[in-house]
């Protein structure tokens, strides 16, 4: 090697240092149930070797896009998983409809958890992802270590049922975003004053491309499953939340129709006596995009 080559080594730059990649990764995982396998997609967030995981569960027509504010501000201190439920997202259609139901998603999200190869979880769930990890943390030797439930409990009125139950499948084929914004803005006004940015975000991930305008990104057999239970009556889940064992954050928003604050504050002396919090100004249910909304949610969860 010459003098030359020496003296730029010499001077070379040191080698950056190897970091974790924290941005978002795609990936899925392969799932069975009554009527064969389907394929459950999630994104993915901080550092894939964390043994630190939340699995964050999102709403009846929602998906884990839901969760990116959230999941960018647990990155640092967490591996953050944000599956799309079967039938949403990116997530399988399933062939046979009346599949759709809670032992199929818990089945689903046992299996996410041994793909990850974690013992425990935190769990953060809005409405129907917060019943799921319910569910979970109700079972002995549950893999859930802290739960947070976002605007769901152990009743859910049967007027909120009703007021869901219409428009589950039944959105049109929108010409434009702009009108699928319009529509994703009306059906979802109990989420709050979101920013102009937030509603586009939700918009983006709510609705698909296809050969007339945009369509939602779920199955509208998810409806069909849903109307086939006649609403009669609150449903009643008072015995699952008392076998909760770990700590639990229940989130309410201060107008939401699904939530009632009666059973927010009997949340708090019953089962795992969970810590309430409620917002303001917002229905069902917060989305969890919001800085105070946010630090509620990373307060309780980094107490582990």
Same mark, same amino acid.
């Given at each position: 090697?010459?003098?030359?080559?020496?003296?730029?080594?010499?001077?070379?730059?040191?080698?950056?240092?190897?970091?974790?990649?924290?941005?978002?990764?795609?990936?899925?995982?392969?799932?069975?149930?009554?009527?064969?396998? #389907?394929?459950?997609?999630? !994104? +993915? &967030?901080?550092?894939?070797?964390?043994?630190?995981?939340?699995?964050?569960?999102? /709403?009846?027509?929602?998906?884990?896009? =839901?969760?990116?504010?959230?999941?960018?501000?647990?990155? =640092?201190?967490?591996?953050?998983?944000?599956?799309?439920?079967?039938?949403?997202?990116?997530?399988? &259609?399933?062939?046979?409809?009346? =599949?759709? /139901?809670?032992?199929?998603?818990?089945? =689903?999200?046992? !299996?996410?958890?041994?793909?990850?190869?974690? @013992?425990k979880v935190h769990w953060v769930g809005t409405?129907? /992802?917060?019943?799921?990890?319910?569910?979970?943390?109700?079972?002995? #030797?549950?893999?859930?270590?802290?739960?947070?439930?976002?605007?769901?409990?152990?009743?859910?009125?049967?007027?909120?049922?009703?007021?869901?139950?219409?428009?589950?499948?039944?959105?049109?084929?929108?010409?434009?975003? +702009?009108?699928?914004e319009a529509y994703v803005r009306e059906v979802?006004?109990?989420?709050?004053?979101?920013?102009?940015?937030? &509603?586009?975000?939700?918009?983006?991930?709510?609705?698909?491309?296809?050969?007339?305008?945009?369509?939602?990104?779920?199955?509208?057999?998810?409806?069909?499953?849903?109307?086939?239970?006649?609403?009669?009556?609150?449903?009643?889940?008072?015995? !699952?939340? +008392?076998?909760?064992?770990?700590? !639990?954050?229940?989130?309410?928003?201060?107008?939401?129709?699904?939530?009632?604050?009666?059973?927010? @504050?009997?949340?708090?002396?019953? /089962?795992?006596?969970?810590?309430?919090?409620?917002? +303001?100004?917002?229905?069902?249910?917060?989305?969890?995009?919001?800085?105070?909304?946010?630090?509620?949610?990373?307060?309780?969860?980094?107490?582990?």
């Open positions: 090697m010459s003098l030359l080559d020496n003296l730029r080594n010499l001077f070379k730059a040191p080698p950056a240092p190897v970091r974790p990649y924290r941005g978002l990764r795609e990936g899925s995982v392969q799932c069975i149930g009554p009527h064969g396998l #389907h394929r459950m997609a999630y !994104t +993915e &967030w901080g550092d894939r070797d964390n043994p630190r995981v939340v699995i964050c569960a999102h /709403g009846l027509t929602r998906n884990g896009r =839901d969760f990116d504010d959230l999941a960018i501000a647990l990155s =640092d201190e967490y591996r953050v998983i944000c599956p799309d439920v079967v039938g949403r997202g990116r997530s399988d &259609w399933l062939g046979v409809k009346s =599949d759709y /139901g809670f032992p199929l998603y818990v089945a =689903d999200m046992i !299996t996410l958890i041994a793909r990850l190869n974690v @013992e409405s129907m /992802g917060g019943i799921i990890g319910m569910l979970i943390a109700a079972q002995p #030797h549950s893999p859930i270590s802290r739960l947070v439930l976002n605007d769901v409990g152990p009743v859910i009125t049967a007027v909120s049922l009703r007021r869901i139950g219409p428009y589950v499948g039944t959105a049109p084929v929108f010409p434009s975003m +702009e009108a699928a979802s006004a109990p989420f709050g004053p979101l920013t102009d940015a937030q &509603w586009r975000h939700l918009t983006q991930y709510t609705v698909r491309p296809v050969a007339d305008g945009f369509a939602m990104v779920y199955d509208p057999g998810i409806g069909e499953a849903f109307r086939q239970i006649p609403i009669v009556m609150d449903i009643d889940m008072w015995d !699952t939340y +008392e076998r909760v064992r770990c700590p !639990t954050l229940a989130l309410r928003g201060a107008e939401s129709d699904l939530l009632e604050h009666e059973t927010l @504050e009997a949340m708090a002396v019953r /089962g795992p006596k969970a810590r309430i919090v409620e917002f +303001e100004g917002i229905g069902h249910a917060p989305m969890l995009m919001d800085p105070a909304q946010i630090s509620v949610v990373r307060e309780f969860l980094l107490q582990a």
